[in-house]
């Protein structure tokens, strides 16, 4: 069946580091690729996604870039700030119509001032 | 209002009580999901309804019970709950779920079963 793997977390980092989240997947076809932000007492938002190979998400200076080859959609970022703090999921959504999203247990980011 | 409202946003109760959850979205959506997110496990896919059918249920347990009334509205229903159903029930929708179409979540409720 659809899988995502991210890595186990928590990530603590000072500010102004440079941050990476792995994340794998397993899936039939070409699903999408989606990374959601969780901040404290909140529900998740979308960051960013990508619907095909090779494409390239960004968003508030993340990026992911969808590597079909090494079936991988690992989450940078430049420079993260303290207000970067936050739970972040991989998700995959199968190609065919299906409705459910596939989501990875998610890594929690500390970033210290 | 805007986006995807869920109420009440905490949520504490006996066993044998009754209570709702309500989800509503403001975004003109024809899908909508329930999600159940327990710490340290990945969150888990509850049911869905698709132009206020339902399309999905996940191995539900039966003392949760869906109700889709229209497109914009999700209730959830809960009665005679166990102490391991404490969690935070996120709603979502998203235009028509397809794959690709991107969810929408509301702040969650957070429930404690005593």
């Known amino acids: 069946g659809n899988s995502v793997t991210q890595m186990e977390g928590p990530v603590t980092l000072s500010e102004e580091a440079f941050l990476t989240i792995n994340c794998t997947y397993t899936?039939?076809?070409?699903?999408?690729l989606f990374w959601y932000v969780q901040y404290p007492g909140e529900g998740l938002q979308l960051l960013l996604k990508?619907?095909?190979?090779?494409d390239k998400g960004s968003n508030k200076g993340f990026e992911a870039t969808y590597r079909k080859e090494t079936t991988s959609f690992h989450l940078e970022k430049g420079s993260v700030q303290v207000s970067d703090s936050a739970v972040y999921f991989c998700?995959?959504?199968?190609?065919?119509?299906?409705?459910?999203?596939?989501f990875g247990k998610g890594t929690k980011l500390t970033v210290n001032p | 209002e805007t986006g995807v409202t869920q109420t009440p946003r905490h949520l504490v109760m006996g066993m044998t009580n009754k209570k709702s959850l309500k989800c509503e979205q403001h975004?003109?959506?024809?899908?909508m999901y329930w999600y159940k997110q327990s710490a340290k496990k990945p969150l888990e896919l509850m049911f869905v309804?698709?132009?206020?059918?339902?399309?999905e249920n996940n191995s539900v347990p039966s003392r949760f019970s869906p109700e889709c009334p229209n497109s914009s509205h999700l209730f959830l229903h809960l009665h005679t709950l166990q102490p391991e159903d404490s969690a935070l029930y996120l709603c979502?929708?998203?235009?028509?779920?397809?794959?690709?179409?991107?969810?929408?979540f509301g702040p969650g409720t957070r429930l404690t079963v005593l």
């Open positions: 979502a929708s998203s235009q028509d779920g397809s794959s690709g179409d991107t969810q929408y």
């Open positions: 899936a039939t076809g070409y699903p999408s």
């Open positions: 990508a619907t095909k190979a090779d």
């Open positions: 998700a995959l959504s199968a190609q065919g119509g299906s409705e459910k999203l596939v």
């Open positions: 975004l003109g959506h024809n899908a």
């Open positions: 309804y698709n132009f206020k059918e339902q399309t």
